[in-house]
């Protein structure tokens, strides 16, 4: 094989992930990295610190053989736990199928478990504290400056790949140098977030159910919480920069703070000590999309990973995404391993769609998680999907659970088949055509599910039609 000098920019998690398989394929890989390296020094601040791994993110793990490592690091959660204002909890599973589950993970964890597992390859070399300035895609050279000496550098390579998350050099690079006609979009949610924590107890154990993800619903906001591994949750206020009654504009003193919580939030503002500290020492983040063509350069360069399509974090496939990315890239290379132009253009004719999908789901979910989940036809639909789930596990499958738990369909597919079983179920039940019981029959379910597929099939076709799918 001819060894071609690959360079990768960004050793996040894609960064990290795609320079051990293409270690593991033979490939001599440099990854630059502009933050330091996070297995010595803490740089999660400002930064979600864990997120959830799901059936797409395990496969692309699987493929690079780190997948059993990966979940030594994972704490299951089975299923929704929502919160009411008056404190009540009620659960609600992921799907009706047994033994279906998302994971919380460590985002620096992974991030080091992927990095220590490329840097076993003597063809992978890390560079930290090395911040790309701009990439010459023309003749395939990285520009760098080097935190540590202040030392500007180049590097030549034969391909670079761009894993450097939202704010890409690479893709910076594409639409400022003009060689080509470049489209980019990057369209941000009126909300932004803030984490906080509720810290473990005096025995280091979980104050709340860590089996669970917990929601906290309020219409035009909401709180969620991950479990971590040493007994804290990551909790997460989603919040309008400067819409409503309370927003991050106008939440600026302690007193507005503590009614904020108290009034919409009074479970969760008892597990949190330090509200105030972390409210005002926490930074804002925005939740932004970022959808791009092409996504390559010649044979030269190519995006992937958030570089290429970031998502808000409302599906949990954010990563999972990214992960899939490197597991398709892999499939191609299996097919046209050596001309780099042809394995670059099938990839993005392959996963660019997807990725436009889950854009869309994730802004969807948002919606449906704030707004949604304790509405009461939601509630009806959920039910009957669970029951299907469970009596038919493989003759129907959610929205959700098509995303989540069936990482051999893409995105756009899931999409498309889940709105329009969505669209269909709802009408039923609007129609009074179907209906909720504790006692419902295989039969009586039977019955439903033909039902749902044929109005689902009917959705589907008429899209078709009018050049929606």
Request: glycine share 6%; with cysteine.
């Amino acid at each position: 094989m001819k060894k071609d000098k690959i360079v990768i920019v960004g050793a996040g998690l894609c960064g990290s992930l795609l320079a051990l398989r293409l270690a593991q394929r033979g490939h001599e890989v440099s990854v630059y990295e502009s933050r330091p390296d996070l297995r010595k020094v803490d740089i999660s601040a400002g930064r979600s610190i864990n997120l959830a791994l799901s059936d797409r993110g395990f496969k692309a793990l699987r493929l690079a053989r780190v997948d059993e490592k990966a979940r030594e690091l994972c704490i299951p959660m089975y299923g929704r736990l929502m919160h009411d204002i008056e404190g009540n909890t009620f659960a609600s599973s992921y799907s009706g199928r047994e033994g279906e589950y998302i994971n919380s993970i460590s985002r620096q964890d992974l991030n080091a478990l992927l990095l220590d597992e490329a840097e076993k390859h003597e063809n992978v070399s890390l560079h930290f504290n090395s911040k790309c300035t701009h990439i010459d895609i023309e003749n395939t050279i990285a520009h760098f400056k080097s935190y540590e000496t202040e030392e500007e550098f180049a590097v030549n390579a034969t391909i670079i790949f761009g894993t450097d998350g939202a704010g890409s050099v690479l893709r910076k690079s594409y639409y400022l140098e003009r060689k080509f006609l470049f489209s980019y979009s990057q369209e941000y949610l009126t909300h932004g977030y803030k984490e906080l924590e509720i810290p473990a107890n005096a025995e280091g154990m979980h104050q709340i159910s860590k089996e669970h993800l917990h929601i906290w619903p309020r219409g035009k906001y909401m709180l969620i919480a991950l479990p971590n591994l040493d007994g804290s949750f990551t909790v997460t206020l989603f919040l309008s920069y400067e819409e409503g009654t309370y927003n991050f504009k106008n939440l600026t003193t302690e007193e507005a703070v503590t009614e904020f919580f108290e009034t919409q939030f009074p479970d969760a503002l008892a597990l949190i000590p330090s509200i105030k500290d972390e409210f005002f020492n926490n930074p804002t983040g925005a939740l932004g999309t970022v959808k791009c063509s092409p996504w390559m350069y010649q044979n030269k360069t190519l995006l992937m990973g958030d570089a290429a399509h970031a998502i808000v974090p409302f599906y949990g496939q954010g990563m999972n995404a990214s992960f899939e990315d490197v597991a398709i890239f892999d499939t191609i290379l299996d097919e046209f391993e050596g001309d780099w132009e042809i394995v670059f253009k099938k990839y993005q004719e392959r996963r660019k769609k997807d990725t436009d999908a889950i854009a869309d789901l994730a802004v969807d979910n948002y919606y449906e998680m704030r707004d949604h989940v304790a509405n009461p036809l939601f509630k009806q639909k959920r039910k009957i999907e669970m029951d299907l789930e469970k009596n038919f596990p493989k003759d129907y499958y959610s929205k959700y659970s098509l995303v989540t738990f069936n990482e051999d369909i893409g995105y756009n597919e899931a999409l498309e088949k889940g709105r329009a079983q969505d669209k269909a179920l709802l009408n039923l039940i609007a129609d009074k055509e179907v209906f909720t019981s504790e006692n419902m029959t295989i039969e009586e379910l039977q019955i439903i599910l033909e039902k749902v597929k044929e109005q689902t099939n009917e959705i589907l076709q008429e899209d078709k039609i009018a050049g929606l799918s």
